[in-house]
């Protein structure tokens, strides 16, 4: 917000260019405070985003939490569509849509901002002939957004934040700005726009963005697809799901955690029903569940080690480091 909030004070309300905002929020907030705050340093009208409502020049466009903001045919559509980049709002698909919708007339600026949302959303404004704007890593609170962003995209303006409302400004005044030349829009990203808006996402219609791969949605479990198109490593699911390759292999990393934590749940349990056995004794018990329950109890000891050091447990050293792969 403090990035943003800088951004849109430096803009004029005479800007002739609607803004389109996503910020991540969490999904049980309402968005009016934040919108009453930008208003509060900005000459532009600062809004929440209603479906279907008309895109004005001078007007600031906050996406609502926990839905996406689109936009089609010069109107606002604000969806509860599948999460993209584990987002809802997302910045890929706001950028997709407007993308497709407009064109090279199309500005797409990342912020500050943790992980990877906006990255795969500046290629589809560059595809369709937009320009691509980056805060500065260096100028960034957290960098990783923007970093992201150049390392994938060739990207037109890296700036400081102090800097990009005057840049902005340049960009879309039609007397300054360089002529646009109208191309065509590809049409992986009109079907991937469809897809969102809720149009379609047929098995067939998404095998049509690329191959199906041995790789399952961490949202609902479904098939994969990689998308062929583009330079940025993409996945989505038929749903609608969708995520860049980073993103994906985030997800990966949490669920992977999760089911490990649960596996060193369910072995202390039969470590503790066995221990349970051993101090009742009888015949039943013998050496061989003796070594049973030692063994389990050192594989308990290692898994909690290496879940809470997130390291080879130390009663197996290495004698190099292993390099990260």
Not at 2 to 25: G, I, R, W, Y
Not at 82 to 95: K, M, Q, S, V
Request: proline share 7%; with cysteine.
């Amino acid at each position: 917000m403090p990035a943003l909030t800088t951004l849109v004070a430096s803009l004029p309300a005479t800007l002739p260019a609607a803004v389109l905002v996503v910020q991540h929020l969490a999904p049980d907030s309402t968005g009016e405070a934040l919108v009453a705050r930008l208003g509060s340093h900005s000459a532009l009208h600062c809004q929440l985003a209603h479906t279907h409502e008309p895109l004005q020049a001078g007007h600031l466009y906050l996406a609502p939490p926990d839905r996406h903001l689109l936009v089609k045919d010069n109107r606002l559509l604000v969806t509860k569509g599948p999460r993209e980049n584990n987002y809802r709002p997302a910045a890929d698909a706001l950028f997709r849509s407007a993308a497709v919708a407009y064109g090279p007339n199309v500005v797409g600026v990342v912020l500050t901002g943790m992980l990877h949302d906006g990255t795969a959303g500046l290629e589809f404004v560059k595809r369709c002939g937009g320009t691509a704007v980056v805060q500065d890593p260096q100028d960034a609170e957290f960098s990783s957004m923007p970093e992201s962003a150049l390392r994938a995209v060739e990207i037109d303006y890296v700036v400081p934040i102090a800097q990009m409302g005057a840049l902005l400004a340049r960009l879309v005044d039609p007397h300054l700005a360089a002529p646009r030349k109208s191309q065509d829009i590809p049409p992986d990203l009109q079907l991937e726009a469809a897809i969102a808006e809720r149009v379609v996402g047929t098995v067939e219609q998404v095998s049509e963005l690329g191959n199906l791969v041995p790789l399952t949605c961490p949202d609902c479990g479904g098939n994969l697809w990689q998308v062929k198109h583009g330079n940025v490593l993409r996945f989505r699911c038929h749903t609608g799901h969708a995520f860049t390759a980073d993103a994906l292999a985030e997800s990966s990393q949490h669920m992977l955690e999760e089911t490990l934590w649960v596996a060193l749940r369910m072995m202390e349990e039969r470590k503790n029903l066995l221990s349970s056995m051993a101090a009742h004794g009888g015949p039943q018990w013998n050496t061989h569940q003796e070594e049973r329950l030692a063994e389990l109890k050192r594989h308990v000891n290692r898994m909690r080690e290496f879940m809470l050091n997130g390291a080879h447990p130390t009663s197996h050293p290495q004698t190099e480091p292993e390099a990260d792969h």
